[in-house]
């Protein structure tokens, strides 16, 4: 029973982070319609960040993650304006090529300039790194990592739902016309979104370096990851990654310690299995797969 | 209040649009009315902004604003309600209505706006927690008016108001219109339903193939047997 309990929470602790590292990508997909095949790039380079920032000035990325959050908010801006912009309105295909080719494009400066060296950091001192609860051991730095994706995905919702700007996000991503002619400006609102959606990533990347090691090509795994969540959740939704984040660490964790070589075929077996029942996700509006601009 | 002249636009390579010139005073009840494909929607896109015009001017309050964004029209008071209503299907009708006062321009007056429309149309009231998407055709339709109101319109442009509504609605909405003119705002509405359109409106305009082909008070055009008979499709012995 404890090892259940154990487990349960481990895999919860996971599939909140699961759900912080997916949360941009839906975010930016529910509002432009766009699927960022360099998601996990932007993952990546927020776990280097994280990473240099501890190991040449020092500071903790739990401490940094403001300073990676405006820095990553300006690096999705100039993504927008530089890059997606331009396909914003164009067929899927192209949006496909662009951000595949910037997926590839970041791996490979990422590993010409770190190498493909294994990184990661150490943050919490010695005897501190995992929490007893009685007899369930909670390493603390998913903890923190864990209160991180609590409190990121809760100003999210709060955002979106109260506020006249994040009203005007949703409202873009369900009508962008209807959007346009109650004075909302679709450029404003893609700007916003693509920033807030990497800043997320950033952020991320920055509280997940101290339990996964950093390398030019780690995004490709937590992308898969995202996708899955995504799918599962339900495209679009925020409580719908939340929901797909913890079933998939869960799941996961539970799989994994009973049969560990099943462990990462699960993601695959989850997202078929959902492909076949309820391809637009647990929470997910139906027919938002095939959704494109209006 | 708002002259439109020489206006061009179409789509891609497809124009729609020939040089259409008309004008609208203020508190002027306008309609356009025409057959179906005549580009009396691309007439609205293009003057809302929603679609760029090839050539042509918008003046607007004597201000040009061909070729500005819709946001800039928006908070000029030139507000349109679209075709199909087009609410956010997964916002209560609250939140539609609330969105409505998203411009600069709408947001100080959000409160008495809410209560003018809640008061115009009560059903919205009871509904204000429904999904929008959830709302019947006619209760959509007025409640895609009311969020055009919120906005605060000088000019509010109606696109094909009545289309697919049941007859008791039509008449529901053109009893609003009315209202709404009594409130001082300018409308200019786009209509199939040419019997309708007409019997409400000041002066009206009949669209054939992108290009103004008549003009007169709503009275008039209601009379002329040849306006019935050619361009409206209707034959004096259909009612």
Known sequence: ?????QLVLSGILLGGVYALAALGLNLIFGVAKII????????MLGMYAGFWLMTLTGINPYYGAPLIAVAFFILGALFYTGVMRFT???????????????????????????????????TMPPGYASLMVGNINL????????GFAVAILTAIIVFLKTTFTGRAIEAVSQDLMSARLMGISPQKIFLLTFGLGIAITGVAGGVLIPSFYAFPSVGSFFVLVAFVVVVLGGLGSVTGTIVGGLTLGIIETLVGYFTPDLKEATHF?????????????????????????? | MLEVSNLHAGYGDAEVLFGVDLKVQPGEIVAIVGSNGAGKTTLLRAVSGILKPTSGSIRFKGKEMVGKPTHEMVEQGLIMVPEGRRLFPRMSVRRNLEIGAYSKRARPHLT?????????????????????GTLSGGQQQMCAIARGLVATPE??????????????????????????????????LVEQNVNQALSIADRA????????????????LQGNEEVRRIYLGLSSTEE
């Open chain 1, 1 to 5: 029973m404890e090892i259940l309990i």
């Open chain 2, 155 to 188: 000019v509010l442009m109606l696109d094909e108001v009545s289309l697919g509504l049941a007859p008791v609605m039509i008449s529901r909405v053109y009893d609003a219109i009315r209202t709404i003119r009594d409130l001082g705002v300018t409308l200019l």
């Open chain 1, 36 to 43: 960022n095949f360099a998601h996990g790039e932007f993952l």
């Open chain 1, 88 to 122: 914003i309105y164009k067929p899927e295909l192209t949006q496909v090529f662009v951000t595949l080719g910037l997926s590839i494009a970041l791996q490979n400066l990422a590993l010409m300039f770190w190498q493909a060296d294994y990184r990661t950091i150490q």
């Open chain 1, 139 to 146: 390493p603390t730095d998913r903890v923190i990592a864990f």
């Open chain 2, 205 to 220: 305009y009949v669209i054939q193939q992108g290009q103004i082909a008549l003009s007169g008070t709503g009275a008039e």
């Open chain 1, 269 to 294: 077996v989850l997202l078929i299995l959902l492909l076949a029942v309820r391809p637009h996700g647990l929470l997910g509006i139906k027919g938002a797969e095939k959704e494109t601009l209006k």
């Open chain 2, 112 to 132: 008495e706006r809410l209560e003018y429309v809640y008061e115009l149309f009560p059903i919205l009231k009871e509904r204000a927690e429904q999904l929008g």
